[in-house]
T-cell receptor, first 112, second 113 residues
């Protein structure tokens, strides 16, 4: 039982390159989230998906797109990476009967 | 606009001491206030949470105190141990939507042996 799995764990991109961060969960949760974590800023919500087929913007969505491929998978895409997107990205899930969020181990992204 | 303000940014406590981290929120619609603990290289994990209908919740050495009128809540770690050294985040959300959980900036706690 892996919980929430994120890939890759580390990535270095050049400015302007694109990439997709993958997240998969085996907890049968409806809700999935993407956060970014920056020093002194806490965790900020980028996008969330309340259920398969729906996505909504969070606090800091600019420069990102998401896809809720199915109930298990929620991907985050950077179309044209910028240095300001250097951060640690966390995927999280939450079930219908509990407000607790379960987090993956994170992806450390550096844009040079 | 930061909806959840957390202090201090960092905290150093001697082993056996009490660690206290404070948070304040603005949105009175929030009704779920969790604390998450994060170790280096790991994702945050739920430590303890409280609803606004109670003023205190205790789980082992960890206690949340909640002041609804002041819109403040705090985490107290009694008998702090070196293994408690981690970053702690407070958060607030509307419990059954949970689509907009707002986090504080985090407190890096170091417990010295």
């Amino acid at each position: 039982n892996a919980g929430v799995t994120q890939t890759p764990k580390f990535q270095v991109l050049k400015t302007g390159q694109s990439m997709t961060l993958q997240c998969a969960q085996d907890m049968n949760h409806n809700s999935m989230y993407w956060y970014r974590q920056d020093p002194g800023m806490g965790l900020r919500l980028i996008y969330y998906s309340a259920s398969e087929g729906t996505t909504d913007k969070g606090e800091v969505p600019n420069g990102y797109n998401v896809s809720r491929l199915n109930k298990r998978e929620f991907s985050l895409r950077l179309e044209s990476a910028a240095p300001s997107q250097t951060s640690v990205y966390f995927c999280a899930t939450a079930g219908p009967q509990t407000p607790e969020a379960f987090f993956g181990q994170g992806t450390r992204l550096t844009v040079v | 606009q930061q909806q959840v303000k957390q202090s201090p940014q960092s905290l150093i406590v001697q082993k056996g001491g009490i660690s206290i981290i404070n948070c304040a929120y603005e949105n009175t619609a929030f009704d779920y206030f969790p604390w998450y603990q994060q170790f280096p290289g790991k994702g945050p994990a739920l430590l303890i949470a409280i609803r606004p209908d109670v003023s205190e919740k205790k789980e082992g050495r960890f206690t949340i105190s909640f002041n609804k009128s002041a819109k403040q809540f705090s985490l107290h770690i009694m008998d702090s141990q070196p293994g408690d050294s981690a970053t702690y985040f407070c958060a607030a959300s509307m419990r059954w939507t949970n689509n907009d959980m707002r986090f504080g900036a985090g407190t890096r706690l170091t417990v010295k042996p």
